[in-house]
């Protein structure tokens, strides 16, 4: 599934960001805990590049009340392994969790403790990740609009935090090619992107799949079924009727139940469960460079084909 969507805010953003960089001691990205990987800019590894050296990074795992911290423990592990990168599993609904935040960027700069120079952080994530909710429990007051829908951001501010350290806030960016296809999916699934970017039915069918195999027990409890069956479509007409999602005729309607499923996943009524761990993303990273380089073989192929004359592509006749 292709997620259409980069509206022009996040493109003048990008420029924007690249602007400020220069003055950005420190970068600090939300993540959401359940799809740590999905939900990571992969602009970001350029952009703390500079001089020759690289910026530290906090990712924070926010959303961990809603991930499994089993496997959010397994992504905290996994993210320390790249250079200055320090990873925090929070939650806003504990403000004191995010109010650690200013504890490790001055771990991360002690010199300063006693200057007159801020440290000054830039502040990324992707839509409705909860970066406005973490900004405005930081400052202490209302700074960033906050709303359950991506894109509520949509320009750079500057905010002095009062206690030496300055965030540049950013609007929520997506990138534009998002390269592997589950990743799009899990966005979907977690509401990262907006709904009329996405059918519900194919991202609830996906979210259904994933969870036979990762957490079918959770299943079974929510929609209080006697059995399990092993197609996502005979769980999804199964639960459709468990909850009156039926259209005309009787029939379940797929579009209603999809949409009922993916908005309990959000509001965490199936439990906490995060969408991936670092050995699936390991996997579907092999494949993507598997796939790619096949894609990059058969274009070389075709433009060789054509430059030869032979206008049909190659195993064609």
Same mark, same amino acid.
């Given at each position: 599934?292709? !997620?259409?969507?980069?509206?022009?805010?996040?493109?003048?953003?990008?420029?924007?960001?690249?602007?400020?960089?220069?003055?950005?001691?420190? *970068?600090?990205?939300?993540?959401?805990?359940? !799809?740590?990987?999905?939900?990571?800019?992969?602009?970001?590894?350029?952009?703390?590049?500079?001089? @020759?050296?690289?910026?530290?990074?906090?990712?924070?795992?926010?959303?961990?009340?809603?991930? =499994?911290?089993?496997? /959010?423990?397994?992504?905290?592990?996994?993210?320390?392994?790249?250079?200055?990168? /320090?990873?925090?599993?929070?939650?806003?609904?504990?403000?004191?969790?995010?109010?650690?935040? /200013?504890?490790?960027?001055?771990?991360?700069?002690?010199?300063?403790?006693?200057?007159?120079?801020? !440290?000054?952080?830039?502040?990324?994530?992707?839509?409705?990740?909860?970066?406005?909710?973490? *900004?405005?429990?930081?400052?202490?007051?209302?700074?960033?609009?906050? @709303?359950?829908?991506? $894109?509520?951001?949509?320009?750079?501010?500057?905010?002095?935090? =009062?206690?030496?350290?300055?965030?540049?806030?950013?609007?929520?960016?997506?990138?534009?090619? *998002? #390269?592997?296809?589950?990743?799009?999916?899990?966005?979907?699934? /977690?509401?990262?992107?907006?709904?009329?970017?996405?059918? &519900?039915?194919?991202?609830?069918?996906? $979210?259904? #799949?994933?969870?036979? %195999?990762? &957490?079918?027990?959770?299943?079974?409890?929510? &929609?209080?079924? =006697? #059995?399990?069956?092993? =197609?996502?479509?005979?769980?999804?007409?199964? *639960?459709?009727?468990?909850?009156?999602?039926?259209?005309?005729?009787?029939?379940?309607?797929?579009?209603?139940?999809?949409?009922?499923?993916?908005?309990?996943?959000?509001?965490?009524?199936? @439990?906490?469960?995060?969408? #991936?761990?670092?050995?699936?993303?390991?996997?579907?990273?092999? %494949?993507?460079? $598997?796939?790619?380089?096949?894609?990059?073989?058969?274009?070389? $192929?075709?433009?060789?084909?054509?430059?030869? @004359?032979?206008?049909?592509?190659?195993?064609?006749?």
């Amino acid at each position: 599934m292709a !997620i259409h969507w980069y509206p022009g805010h996040m493109h003048k953003a990008r420029k924007q960001i690249e602007e400020v960089l220069p003055k950005v001691d420190l *970068i600090i990205e939300v993540l959401d805990a359940r !799809i740590p990987y999905s939900s990571e800019n992969p602009m970001i590894t350029s952009l703390r590049e500079h001089n @020759g050296k690289v910026r530290p990074c906090i990712k924070l795992l926010n959303k961990n009340d809603l991930a =499994d911290p089993v496997i /959010t423990q397994q992504w905290r592990d996994y993210l320390q392994k790249e250079h200055g990168v /320090t990873a925090m599993p929070l939650s806003c609904e504990q403000p004191s969790q995010v109010l650690q935040i /200013t504890r490790l960027c001055r771990e991360l700069f002690p010199g300063r403790e006693h200057s007159n120079k801020p !440290i000054h952080a830039m502040i990324m994530g992707i839509p409705n990740v909860g970066k406005s909710t973490l *900004i405005n429990i930081l400052a202490d007051r209302a700074i960033a609009k906050v @709303g359950n829908e991506p $894109a509520i951001t949509k320009r750079q501010q500057r905010i002095n935090l =009062d206690n030496g350290i300055v965030l540049s806030d950013t609007p929520g960016m997506l990138w534009p090619k *998002i #390269e592997n296809e589950n990743s799009s999916y899990r966005l979907a699934v /977690t509401g990262a992107v907006k709904d009329t970017a996405m059918e &519900y039915e194919d991202v609830a069918f996906f $979210a259904v #799949e994933y969870l036979l %195999q990762a &957490y079918p027990e959770r299943l079974q409890a929510r &929609y209080q079924l =006697d #059995e399990l069956p092993d =197609d996502p479509e005979t769980l999804l007409e199964r *639960i459709g009727k468990k909850r009156g999602c039926l259209g005309a005729g009787g029939r379940v309607n797929l579009n209603k139940v999809g949409t009922l499923l993916l908005n309990e996943i959000r509001a965490g009524m199936l @439990g906490r469960i995060s969408l #991936e761990t670092p050995e699936m993303i390991e996997r579907e990273k092999k %494949q993507l460079v $598997a796939m790619q380089a096949s894609k990059a073989e058969k274009k070389a $192929a075709r433009k060789k084909a054509f430059k030869s @004359g032979n206008r049909q592509a190659p195993g064609k006749t």
